[in-house]
């Protein structure tokens, strides 16, 4: 019995003791008896250790590494997000302000302001019924509508929010058949920190004198 006990504690004695009684002289069994278990020692394949100082060190330089790589990256997508954002903004506005201009000049009839070239663009509509106007307050740009000059109202603006107008230059063309007026208009934008400029182009002809 003994010798299968240290069989299963892998043929030593490991950390265990025994005191042995004889069996007496009339043959009785020889009995075995377990009288203290100091420790139990696992094999080594089975030892588990923690990490070293250095493996700690390796592990924490990699992780600040992909942490910047993770962190440059978001930056530059948002960066870019916000530019085509402003981008975008800054158009739709130049267009629809444009739009709405040309689409004034084509239902006027006659030229009131500019004389040649200047910021602000009025014009008779309806058999000289109607005036419309155009100019910019507060880097915003308005239009107003009344029977005369004096009576015009502020319709609204024509640029949206956040959208400054920088630079606004009427130009009328006589062809002496004809007459037409020419847009030059700039936009400027910041949105989160980036700045965007824009310049827009239009020219449009006057009703009945085409």
Known sequence: MLNL??????????????SRSEASPQGKTSVFIVTRLVRVQFASGLRKEGFTLVEMIIYAALMAIITIAVTQS?????????TSFAETNLRNSGYSAMEGMLR??????????????GSILQMKQNSASTTVRFAVSSSTLNFYEGSSSSTAVLIGPQT???ILVTSLTFTKINTGKSLA?????????????????????????LRGSY
Not at 104 to 117: V, W
Not at 187 to 197: A, H, P, R, Y
């Open 5 to 18: 006990f240290k069989k299963i504690c892998g043929g030593k004695n490991r950390g265990l003791a025994f």
């Open 74 to 82: 978001l930056v530059v997508v948002l960066k870019s997000n916000r």
């Open 104 to 117: 004034e000049i084509y239902a006027s009839e006659n030229i009131d302001l500019p004389s040649a070239t």
């Open 160 to 162: 949206s929010k956040n």
């Open 181 to 205: 007026v020419r847009i030059q208009m700039q936009l400027n934008t910041t949105v989160n920190g980036i700045t965007k400029n824009e310049w827009f182009y239009g020219t449009a002809i």
